[in-house]
């Protein structure tokens, strides 16, 4: 069956939490020594959002992605409301102009993958700024996307360039600098509906709220 990608509801949010998750064990040992093993894909949780009370038309959008959402194998794209981009251009999507000539809108080149955590990109604009605790997504296709957050901050040199440390790891055996590109813009992960997603249609409260689970 074929995967349908539905894009981010539009509404206004009040609640928006967007979290990573690690599975780990942790082995408490005589001696007062304690093991930790991480184990399982890490992934993203929205663990919860929520809008306002919503207009008759907000209701409608809000209606209407949740139906499209539950029906066969279909995931939306997430990303977080609060880190739509490096926090040095705002609110405005990214525009601007390639070292290398040509417009910029966000997307990049994985230029290579040096380990699981540190990957090279090129194609931004000179000086282009990211920030410790942005995301970025790598893309090999629209239903493959890795979403990582970004752990030191750095800035592309006059050629366009930089290299970015990431967490979660790369998973090199998908994602290579082959086969995939990298995006700054509104960075997302695949995410499936959990069930309860729904909005209330009584005077004292029209708001919407949903969870939701990343999907590989």
Not at 77 to 88: G, K, L, T
Not at 117 to 128: D, E, K, Y
Not at 181 to 194: A, Y
Request: glycine share 8%.
């Amino acid at each position: 069956m074929t995967i349908t990608v539905l894009p981010f509801p539009e509404l206004p949010y009040e609640e928006f939490d967007l979290e990573p998750i690690n599975m780990r064990e942790v082995s408490r040992m005589q001696g007062r020594d304690t093991e930790t093993a991480d184990f399982g894909t890490p992934y993203w949780r929205l663990k919860s959002a929520r809008t306002p009370w919503l207009t008759s038309a907000e209701i409608d959008i809000a209606e209407t992605f949740f139906h499209r959402a539950f029906i066969g194998k279909t995931v939306f794209e997430c990303h977080d409301i609060y880190r739509p981009r490096p926090s040095a251009y705002g609110g405005t999507p990214l525009s601007g102009t390639r070292a290398g000539g040509g417009a910029f809108d966000g997307t990049a080149t994985l230029e290579e993958v040096t380990d699981s955590r540190t990957i090279v990109v090129s194609g931004l604009p000179a000086g282009f700024q990211i920030n410790q605790s942005c995301h970025v997504e790598i893309r090999k296709s629209e239903t493959v996307r890795s979403l990582h957050r970004i752990t030191a901050a750095a800035t592309a040199d006059a050629g366009g360039e930089v290299t970015l440390s990431i967490a979660f790891a790369l998973d090199t055996g998908v994602f290579t600098a082959a086969n995939s590109t990298v995006n700054f813009e509104r960075p997302s992960c695949l995410m499936l509906l959990s069930l309860g997603a729904g909005v209330p249609k009584a005077r004292s409260n029209r708001r919407a709220s949903f969870s939701a689970t990343e999907i590989f």
